[in-house]
């Protein structure tokens, strides 16, 4: 009897050593395929010529750049965009005013009230992490934020983005 107990003891022992052995975590993604970059970054509008200071916001939906909004010029013919005319800045006061069609408009609600603002939605090159990627971008008054660019999921899935959030400004903003 004893030696049954101890051929069945071996073979638990043998098992759990196998179980041991088989490596059951996830993966590891490899950092090749990835562009790493932090959590404050340096954002290049291509179109502008112009550098901003961008967070790097995952739980964001869509990107969002501080702008004034200078003009809305409404569409007079039916299937043509509106149009809108803007002007943002950078850190030393150098200012760039561009003019984009707008491509829908989106209803943000008011924090504590039940107001909503419509913002526009412009499609825009952006350089991050040496990338130039191309998405949608809502203008908005980011004058309150630390960082006038909040750059959303839509761009980072496009850029192909890994965001570490131990680093800050981790690649040159111009693209390749």
Not at 64 to 71: C, H
Not at 103 to 129: A, H, N, Q, T, Y
């Amino acid at each position: 009897m004893s030696r049954k107990f101890a051929f069945l003891g071996w073979i638990i022992a043998a098992a759990l050593v196998g179980l041991y052995a088989v490596d059951l975590r996830p993966a590891i993604v490899k950092e090749g395929s990835y562009i790493v970059i932090g959590r404050v970054e340096n954002a290049y509008i291509d179109e502008a010529n112009i550098s901003l200071k961008a967070r790097i916001d995952s739980g964001a939906g869509v990107t969002s750049i501080n702008a004034k909004i200078i003009k809305i010029h409404k569409s007079k013919t039916s299937g043509e965009p509106d149009q809108v005319t803007f002007e943002i800045e950078n850190d030393e006061g150098e200012t760039k005013q561009m003019t984009k069609d707008v491509l829908e408009w989106m209803r943000i609600k008011k924090v504590g009230l039940d107001d909503f603002i419509s913002r526009p939605v412009v499609k825009m090159d952006i350089c991050l992490g040496g990338k130039k990627i191309e998405g949608r971008v809502n203008l908005s008054d980011r004058n309150q934020f630390i960082y006038p660019v909040l750059i959303g999921r839509n761009l980072l899935k496009t850029g192909n983005f890994l965001i570490n959030p131990k680093r800050k400004f981790t690649n040159d903003h111009g693209c390749k």
